[in-house]
């Protein structure tokens, strides 16, 4: 207990007042976003309430899964009632808003129901046995009240998330502390964190394991590969892996993080560090194989794919080789002459920066096209000033390639993970549809967080201040005016 | 740290102030659930189509979506039986909103009537409230259900011009309903709050850190 306590003093207070922010912040998201009006927070809900309610998971037998989607009673009452449509807003009536709640208070309804949950039962259930928590301790309550719970535990995991990404930037660029702070508050002020941590969605919990992924590799190559870091690296795995399938995408980057860490490991450490990835290893992997087992045992009562990246409906023909590469290609890089073109519009640009920037509710509204802009043009100079800092750090650089190829890893295997599931969803399952959302990258925050960091240090020590002090300050607008404009979208 | 920290928030403070300083016609209330509707709702010529639909309070102006006709199109708001406030266009040589001003209603008309009315001497094509341009099967909202039918879009917008300062009061009334029990209209006002706690809470960690540099 004690030592708990002691290295929880450890940690920088700056670390915790950034976490601290992130944490408020979502708090404010929460309060501004109506219910169901965060991506799929419906099916999240509907997830996390059936176990609360019959702690039961979606996959076992006798839950009926295989009945046609359908709300369940109570949701249906608040869907209709609010009234929810992914374009609409929630009614302005204050006289029916007393009779609405009133009746929502009166209660009776059945609760039981997987409904719309079984459209989330294609992920592990870790989160939504979290959020069962903050579900059951409001039982009595509304579900309007209930589902404001349950984002408050979102909230938290925000801050679990810039606490680690704080963490990551003290091991990445040991030297410099105040572009720590200026990381941690940025990524803190990052509108869409805020925005989905403010919601009911296991994207939180795997953005927190992805955080503390980053922070045990950086670690590990820092300190060197020890117990407490195999643990926090197959800890971080083990969470992820459990709350969405899409951390598979990372682990490419993590085996060879892992391996790279080994084979620097000087001799006489060597076999300390093996027992430290061997620990690694069953840390990430124990947790996993219990859920396979468990999910693969309890098929046959219904569908049950949390084990798989995508949904049974997903996985059909393949397709053809060369589309799925020049698909995944065309997601991230220039479509070359000899490709055929794959998106009506510039993924790079429409999904992933605009997502970055701020695309909200159901990817459905944002900034003004010619906000997007101004915001690419505040990146480049940040960009600019990050590629000064590696130039000048490059003779310390040569040293740390394997550590750098072990984030280019993590960061271009989930890219593609992504786009692999893309490209099926938009061939098997509905071919005028695209996956493709910007907060899908978001395991990759603390690397945006290094950008900045990087940015503060190659504008040097005359200048860095200035440009942290800016940048942070800008992050709070931005921040500020994607509330605004959430505010606008639903109540003016 | 302050000379960026300044010229940043020069620029947020600046871009906060133009942009809720400027002023236009507000939304008081709309059934719409969809952006755009993909749905041509037909009038005939002579006919009449009444829709329940909350009426808000402080509405002085109706807003159509229809494609070219000649009029009139007349709207009539009817609570328990009787008219309370009426109004007409003559024509629209255009798709696109059109704006009908009526009789000021003082306060919300829950569930009423609302009817309109084609007076012209060809059909009026008007847009539904809640079928998306792509159709239902875009809307979660309907998975699994048989589509409602749909009714006219109905906009109705405040009386006059106004900033966004001046609607702030009743946009905070909006912001607490159909949320946690707790919620009021109190609750934009501490979100706020919350936001400016956070920027001082980081503007004082930056300065702590800048001064330990």
Redesign the interface.
């Given at each position: 207990m004690s030592e708990a306590r002691s290295r929880l003093a450890a940690v920088p207070r700056?670390a915790l007042?950034?976490g601290?922010?992130a944490v408020?912040?979502g708090?404010?998201w929460a309060?501004?976003t109506?219910?169901f009006w965060v991506p799929d927070e419906?099916s999240h809900v509907g997830y996390a309430q059936h176990i609360a309610e019959t702690g039961r998971l979606p996959s076992d037998p006798g839950d009926g899964v295989t009945e046609?989607?359908?709300p369940s009673e109570e949701q249906n009452f608040l869907?209709k009632?609010?009234?929810?449509?992914?374009?609409?807003?929630?009614?302005?009536?204050?006289?029916?808003?007393k009779q609405?709640?009133s009746d929502l208070?009166k209660g009776g309804f059945d609760r039981s129901r997987l409904g719309?949950g079984i459209a989330a039962g294609v992920h592990p259930p870790l989160y939504y046995l979290a959020e069962a928590v903050p579900y059951r301790l409001a039982q009595e309550?509304?579900l309007?009240?209930r589902?404001?719970a349950m984002r408050l535990l979102s909230t938290l995991l925000a801050g679990v998330t810039v606490l680690f990404t704080f963490l990551f930037l003290r091991e990445l660029l040991p030297r410099s502390?105040?572009a720590w702070?200026?990381g941690g508050?940025v990524t803190?002020?990052q509108p869409m964190l805020g925005f989905l941590a403010g919601g009911v969605t296991n994207d939180n919990l795997s953005f927190a394991a992805s955080a503390a992924l980053f922070y045990g590799i950086a670690r590990a190559f820092h300190r060197g590969l020890g117990f407490a870091e195999g643990a926090i690296i197959g800890g971080a795995v083990a969470t992820g892996m459990l709350t969405k399938a899409s951390t598979i995408g990372l682990l490419p980057g993590v085996a060879f993080a892992l391996a790279a860490l080994l084979w620097r490991t000087p001799t006489a450490a060597r076999r300390r560090a093996l027992l430290a990835a061997g620990v690694a290893v069953v840390a990430a992997g124990l947790p996993w194989l219990a859920w396979v087992t468990y999910s693969r045992l309890t098929v046959g009562a219904g569908p049950a794919p949390a084990a798989g990246l995508v949904s049974d409906s997903v996985n059909g023909d393949l397709g053809d080789l060369r589309e799925q590469v020049t698909y995944i290609w065309q997601a991230f890089l220039p479509r070359l002459p000899f490709m055929a073109d794959q998106f009506p519009y510039y993924p790079p640009w429409e999904v992933y920066f605009k997502g970055f920037i701020g695309r909200f509710g159901?990817f459905e509204y944002g900034f003004p096209d010619a906000w997007y802009r101004v915001a690419a043009a505040v990146l480049v100079p940040i960009v600019a000033l990050a590629g000064l800092a590696v130039a000048r750090a490059r003779r310390s650089l040569k040293g740390r390639w394997s550590e750098v190829l072990s984030y280019a890893l993590m960061a271009g295997s989930l890219a593609i993970a992504i786009e692999f599931v893309a490209y099926r969803y938009h061939e098997v399952v509905n071919q005028?549809?695209f996956f493709e959302q910007g907060r899908y990258l978001f395991p990759l925050l603390p690397l945006y967080a290094a950008l900045v960091a990087l940015a503060v240090k190659g504008a040097g020590r005359r200048w860095g201040?200035?440009?942290?002090?800016?940048?942070?300050?800008?992050a709070?607008?931005h921040?500020?005016?994607s509330?605004?404009i959430t505010?606008?979208r639903?109540?003016? | 740290m302050r000379a960026g920290a300044a010229i940043a928030a020069t620029l947020v403070v600046a871009v906060l102030v133009i942009v809720l300083s400027s002023s236009g016609r507000r939304l008081a209330d709309t059934n719409a659930r969809v952006n755009v509707s993909g749905v041509q709702l037909r009038l005939l010529a002579g006919e009449r189509r009444c829709q329940t639909q909350d009426v808000p309070s402080g509405a002085g102006v109706v807003r159509l979506f229809a494609g070219p006709f000649v009029g009139p199109l007349e709207v009539t708001i009817v609570k328990d039986g009787r008219p309370v406030s009426s109004g007409r266009a003559a024509s629209a040589s255009a798709e696109g909103p059109v704006e009908i001003s009526l009789e000021p209603l003082e306060a919300e008309i829950p569930d009423a009537r609302v009817c309109i009315a084609n007076r012209g001497v060809a059909p009026i094509e008007l847009a539904g409230n809640q079928t998306p341009l792509g159709g239902s099967s875009i809307s979660p909202q309907f998975i699994g259900e048989r589509l409602p039918t749909d009714d006219v879009r109905a906009d109705f917008l405040r009386r006059g011009s106004e900033s966004w300062w001046s609607l702030a009061p009743v946009v905070a009334d909006r912001f607490g309903l159909r949320k946690a029990s707790f919620f009021g209209a109190w609750t934009m006002w501490a979100v706020f709050l919350l936001v400016g706690l956070t920027w001082i809470a980081g503007l004082l960690l930056l300065r702590r850190e800048a001064s330990s540099r």
């Open positions: 700056a007042v950034c601290a922010i408020v912040n708090v404010c309060a501004v109506p219910i419906v046609r989607p359908g869907r009632g609010l009234p929810f449509s992914v374009e609409g807003r929630p009614s302005w009536s204050r006289a029916q808003d609405f709640k208070e719309e309550r509304t309007l009240d589902v404001m502390p105040w702070t200026v508050l803190a002020f159901w005028s549809a201040p200035a440009v942290g002090g800016f940048l942070v300050v800008l709070m607008g921040s500020l005016f509330q605004l505010i606008s639903f109540y003016a | -």
